[in-house]
Structure formats: structure tokens, C-alpha cells
């Protein structure tokens, strides 16, 4: 696949590359997208759906999920489908104002999934440190409110972005080498001092996963101290087994975050090949397993989920026996 001249593009339009040096193997890489981005709706939508027929799950650690897949399912509908387009068809070309809202959308949308991690680790501690102001502490007031502190907080870190993107001229290439439009991919295409926007986009990434990370393993020591203190083996770890999904997503958000962090800002000699496939790892293996770790590991949701299936199941057979009934009468 060969990129446009980008001699001849208008200047409101840019073009998507995809993974340089992998073109040929973009309808292979295609198959993980499609799986991932299908497990992706199936598994969120099923979360959802679990949570919200089901009062015995309307508990603050479920209503956290709820928020998390709710998130993973637009960040997951605002990259997929141009991902997609790309690996397929090679239809990279994307208007700019498309690109600064993708740009926008995307990491709002990881900014607002870090808030919610945060959100978790805390209820977390609530549950194990003081377990009788449990309900007091998180009453549906405030778990409205940590919603409404996560939706604004990634917003108003990435609003500038969009803006500050918007003053650069773009007056040599208007190829960007990535699946989508990443914040630092674009900035690299611009004529002139971009050093603004390199230390805002440096400091909004270090306010929320460096903030949000020292919180987390704050909330984990206080566990940890409250857990060790107990006497029983067996309270222990059962207070530990209720932290396990949470830790599980944990390393599973963070981790292809901090990888891709910290190779696209110090990792100069890494191919830009890697690069791209670390920063799609990011966005598109979290929200695919987060479903599965708590459907595996949480046994609520995994007795909810059985027990959609087999009221679905049960109301697909006596459809299909009234028929049956009306002709034997």
C-alpha cells in the first residue's frame, strides 16, 4: 500500500499510514482487531447488561464496572472502525477536524478510564479498611459524583490539546505513520516550535497515570497493612481474593500504557513498527479483557452471567414448545 503524495493534499486533509514496514501483513493483523474489537462489545454490553437486570449487583464495586465498560466500549468505537478501514482497504484519509475529535475522544477516554481504576482501588480500600461505613462512605451520591469527576477531569485535560494542535502549521507531510491520530504522531508532522505542546501532552499524561498510579499503590499499601494485620489465614485471603480482579486490570491497563510511554519518549531506537503495535496494544487488549478477568475471577458475575444465558435459554425453548402445544389441542 502506498501512501498519497502528500504534495497534492489539501491542508484540512491527512492520511493514516497504518504500521510502516508491516503493510503487507495488514490484512493478517486485521484478524486479532476484528476478535479483540468483538470481544471487546460482546463482553462489555454482556457486563452491562448483567449488572443492570441484576439488584443484587447494584453494589458500588459493580456500578465501577458498569463505568469502566461503558468507557472501554466508546474509546473501543472511536478507534476500531477507522482501524479497521485502514488494515483493510488502506482508507487512511481523515479530515482534520475529524482527527483532532478521534485525538480528543481517545485520550479523554483513557484519561477518564485511569479516574475510574483510581475510583476502584479506592472503593477497595473502603471495603477492607472500614467495612462497616462501607455503605455510609460509598452512597450512590458519591458514586455519581466520581462519575461526573471522571468525565470532566478527562476532558478538560485534553480540551486544550485539540487547540493547541490547531495554531501549528502542517506545511511538509500530512502522512501520519499510525493506525490513529496519537496527540505526539501529529505534533511531529508540524513546522515550527511545537515545545508547547510537547510539555502540555507530558504533563497531562504524568497528572493522570503518574497521579493515579502513586494513589493506587497508596490505597494497596493501607490494604496490605490492613490485611496482615488480620489473624486468620483464611480472612486474609479472602480479603485479599476480593482485590484480585482489580489488581488483574490493573497490570492490564498500566502496563501497555507505561510501555508505550515511556518507548515513544525515550525508546529513540526502537522501530517505529513497535511503537505503533505497543500504543494499539493499549487501546485495544484492555477493553477486551477487562470483561473476562471479573466474569472469570468474580463469582457474582459469573453466576449472574450463567444465569442470563439460562433464562434466555429457557425462554427460547417454551417459544419453541407453544407452537407444538396449540397443535397437539
Known amino acids: 500500500m502506498e501512501s498519497p503524495n502528500h504534495t497534492n493534499l489539501d491542508t484540512s486533509l491527512f492520511f493514516l499510514l ?98 475510574v481504576l483510581l475510583a476502584m482501588a479506592f472503593d477497595r480500600y473502603v471495603a477492607i479498611c472500614y467495612p462497616l461505613r462501607y455503605a455510609t462512605i460509598l452512597t450512590d451520591t458519591i458514586i455519581v459524583r466520581i462519575g461526573v469527576v471522571a468525565m470532566v477531569r478527562g476532558s478538560m485535560l485534553m480540551l486544550p490539546c485539540p487547540f493547541l494542535i490547531g495554531r501549528l502549521s502542517f506545511c511538509q507531510s500530512h502522512v501520519i505513520p499510525h493506525t490513529y491520530c496519537e496527540h505526539m504522531a501529529v505534533v511531529k508532522l508540524a513546522c515550527g516550535d511545537t515545545r508547547l505542546n510537547r510539555v502540555y501532552g507530558l504533563t497531562a499524561a504524568l497528572l493522570v497515570i503518574g497521579v493515579d498510579l502513586f494513589c493506587i499503590g497508596l490505597s494497596y499499601a493501607f490494604i496490605a497493612r490492613a490485611v496482615f494485620r488480620l489473624s486468620s489465614h483464611e480472612a486474609r485471603s479472602k480479603a485479599l481474593g476480593t482485590c484480585g480482579s482489580h489488581v488483574c486490570v490493573i497490570l492490564i491497563s498500566y502496563t501497555p500504557a507505561l510501555f508505550s510511554f515511556f518507548t515513544h519518549r525515550f525508546g529513540h531506537h526502537v522501530p517505529l513498527h513497535i511503537h505503533i503495535l505497543l500504543a494499539n496494544v493499549y487501546l485495544l487488549f484492555p477493553p477486551a479483557l477487562n470483561p473476562m478477568v471479573y466474569g472469570v475471577k468474580t463469582k457474582e458475575i459469573r453466576e449472574k452471567v450463567v444465569k442470563v444465558f439460562q433464562k434466555g435459554q429457557g425462554t427460547g425453548v417454551k417459544a419453541s414448545e407453544r407452537p407444538r402445544n396449540i397443535e397437539e389441542t
Open 18 to 115: 497504518g504500521i510502516p514496514g508491516l503493510e503487507q501483513f495488514h490484512l493478517w493483523l486485521s484478524l486479532p482487531v476484528c476478535c479483540l474489537g468483538t470481544a471487546t462489545i460482546v463482553g462489555n454490553i454482556t457486563i452491562l447488561v448483567v449488572v443492570a437486570t441484576e439488584p443484587a449487583l447494584h453494589k458500588p464495586v459493580y456500578l465501577f464496572l458498569c463505568m469502566l465498560s461503558t468507557i472501554d466500549l466508546a474509546a473501543s468505537f472511536s478507534t476500531v472502525p477507522k482501524l479497521l478501514a485502514i488494515l483493510w482497504c488502506g482508507a487512511g484519509h481523515i479530515s482534520a477536524s475529524a482527527c483532532l475529535a478521534q485525538m480528543f475522544f481517545i485520550h479523554a477516554f483513557c484519561m477518564m478510564e485511569s479516574t
